[in-house]
Nanobody, 126 residues
Framework: QVQLAESGGGSVQAGGSLRLSCAAS????????VGWFRQAPGKEREIVVV???????????DYADSVKGRFTASRDSAVGTVYLQMDLLAPEDTAVYFC????????????????WGQGTQVTVSS
C-alpha cells in the first residue's frame, strides 16, 4: 500500500509562488509514475504534470499547456518526495492539488492512478 501526503498549499496573490510537496510511504515510490492533478470547484480533475519513470532515477516531465513555463516539478529520490514549484500564479490556478502514483500508468486519466493523496488547497487572489 502506498500512502501519499501533500503539503505546501496556501493563499497567495496573483504573481506569487508556492511549492507543493508530495511525500510517499512506499520504498518503491522512486520507480513509480506520478501525476500532479488539480480540481477547481465545479470542474473535473485535470492533469498538471505527469512524471514518468523511465529507469535509474530518470524521469520525463510532461506539463499541461496551461502551466508550461510557470510550474516546475521535481523529485528527490533520497527522501521519496515529489515537488511542484508554482510561479506566476494566477486566480485560475485556484484549486485543490493532488498527487497520484501508479506502478504502470503515466497518462492524464485520473481514474487510472491507484494511489492518491488527500489534496492541498491553493488559492490565488487577484
Amino acid at each position: 500500500q502506498v500512502q501519499l501526503a501533500e503539503s505546501g498549499g496556501g493563499s497567495v496573490q496573483a504573481g506569487g509562488s508556492l511549492r507543493l510537496s508530495c511525500a510517499a510511504s512506499a520504498r518503491n515510490f522512486n520507480i513509480m509514475n506520478v501525476g500532479w492533478f488539480r480540481q477547481a470547484p465545479g470542474k473535473e480533475r485535470e492533469i498538471v504534470v505527469v512524471i514518468r519513470w523511465i529507469g535509474t532515477a530518470t524521469y520525463i516531465f510532461d506539463y499541461a499547456d496551461s502551466v508550461k513555463g510557470r510550474f516546475t516539478a521535481s523529485r528527490d529520490s533520497a527522501v521519496g518526495t515529489v515537488y511542484l514549484q508554482m510561479d506566476l500564479l494566477a486566480p485560475e490556478d485556484t484549486a485543490v492539488y493532488f498527487c497520484a502514483a501508479d506502478q504502470s500508468y503515466y497518462g492524464d486519466r485520473a481514474s487510472e492512478y491507484n494511489y492518491w493523496g488527500q489534496g492541498t488547497q491553493v488559492t490565488v487572489s487577484s
